[in-house]
């Protein structure tokens, strides 16, 4: 039941079908200006804005911003500001004129001669023609000493912390023991008296098998009854880890190596996948390089300090071999077990040891096309 006031309310407001309600004595008078009827579509009186125009206008706004925004950072009186944002606009070094590449080695050189306390030169040597860098490695001669690790450490400025993530090696020694079947164990299978399921020889080394381990420390080399197989880059003439790079930052150069542009490195790690031959390190941490270690002498595409969060392997020492020069491994190596040389020179060590010896590629069967080899005498 509605209360008086409600009653009157609706008495006095009361409109019958066929009546007009008429404005109150105090209400203004509606507009009489001319508005276009509206249409029967609601979706017609909106105007209509796709997905491609938002995304252009957005994308256009943003990237204007971006781009406002680092040329305010790079007239900043903030020097390493001004250049960590310059090169994080910087196109990829093969999209490069070499007017930008000369941009880009100063502004590099400018922050690594400030941050490591000593004139840094980032060299841009390109591949030189009719060079087709080749490797060859004697795997009888090789005693395990691990000097080419070490020195490939010091050479190329790699992280050489304590903590776990902080410590990198690009070569990789194996050491695998020297086996044989022995005529004492043939009756000596698993499980004793129902037939011999395994045999008693499983479980010892049987010849030169490629499973290893390569964090030993023997307190003389070589060591008895012991070979040892150095694995790093093959630099492969197919290379599968170029194939899976989304941001095309690893790429195989005209003169054999495959190099990374670590600026344009998103730190994925499917190129790690897609190596068979376990030769990529990614930066987990920041990488660990004292001042008083670090190789001044760089290459863009090789031996330049590195970041946290991208990936790093062999180059075969660009900032040597592009200046002929052996690599620092091939350099160290105290048996002479390492040969490096130009592949299309038939003159050339490893030419020489394609012709002569018994050599063989790792994983040959994956079509990768290596150009590491390795041989006996």
């Known amino acids: 039941m509605l209360g008086p006031a409600r009653s009157r309310f609706m008495e006095d ?32 009186a909106v105007p209509k804005t796709t997905r491609r125009d938002f995304l252009k206008t957005g994308g256009m706004l943003s990237l ?10 790079t007239q900043s009186d903030d020097a390493n500001a001004a250049i960590e944002w310059a090169e994080h606009f910087q196109k990829n070094y093969r999209l490069m004129t070499d007017k930008e590449k000369d941009e880009s080695r100063a502004r590099l050189e400018k922050r ?12 841009t040597t390109g591949p030189q023609p009719g060079m087709l860098m080749g490797y060859a490695l004697n795997i009888r001669k090789c005693i395990g000493c691990r000097r080419c690790v070490h020195a490939c450490v010091a050479e190329n400025n790699q992280s050489r912390g304590a903590k776990p993530g902080e ?9 695998m023991e020297r086996g044989k079947f022995e005529k004492e164990k043939m009756d000596h299978g698993y499980p004793e008296g129902l037939g011999i399921q395994v045999g008693g020889n499983a479980y010892t080394p049987s010849g030169q098998v490629l499973e290893g381990e390569y964090h030993y420390q023997p307190e003389a080399v070589p060591e008895k009854d012991a070979t040892y197989m150095p694995i790093a880059c093959m630099q492969c003439e197919k290379p599968p880890c170029v194939k899976v790079c989304p941001v095309r930052t690893t790429y195989r150069e005209a003169d054999g190596p495959v ?39 760089t290459h863009y595409l090789g031996n330049r ?21 052996y690599p620092a491994c091939v350099e160290v190596c105290p048996v002479g077990a390492r040969k490096f040389g130009n592949l299309l020179d038939p003159e050339s060590e490893v030419s020489k040891i394609l012709e002569r010896k018994n050599v063989f590629r790792l994983k040959a069967e994956l079509n990768t096309f290596p150009k590491f080899f390795y041989f006996y005498d």
């Not at 410590?167 to 050491?175: H, N, S």
């Open 259 to 297: 190099v990374i542009d670590y600026n344009w490195c998103i730190g994925c790690r499917m190129c790690m996948g897609a190596c068979p031959y376990w030769a990529r390190r990614f930066n987990v941490a920041n990488p660990v390089l004292p001042k008083e270690e670090m190789n001044p002498v």
């Open 64 to 73: 204007s911003s971006l781009i406002g925004t680092a040329a305010l950072m």
């Open 305 to 325: 300090p590195r970041m946290r969060g991208v990936v790093e392997k062999c180059h075969w020492c660009l900032q040597r071999t592009r200046h002929n020069r």
């Open 112 to 123: 690594y001669s400030a941050e490591y306390g000593k004139e840094v030169k980032v060299d």
């Open 13 to 44: 407001h009361t409109v019958t079908p066929n009546e007009t309600p008429s404005a109150s004595a105090g209400q203004e008078p509606s507009c009489t200006c001319p508005t276009p009827p509206a249409s029967a579509n609601p979706a017609a």
């Open 167 to 175: 410590k990198i090696e690009w070569i990789q020694v194996l050491r």
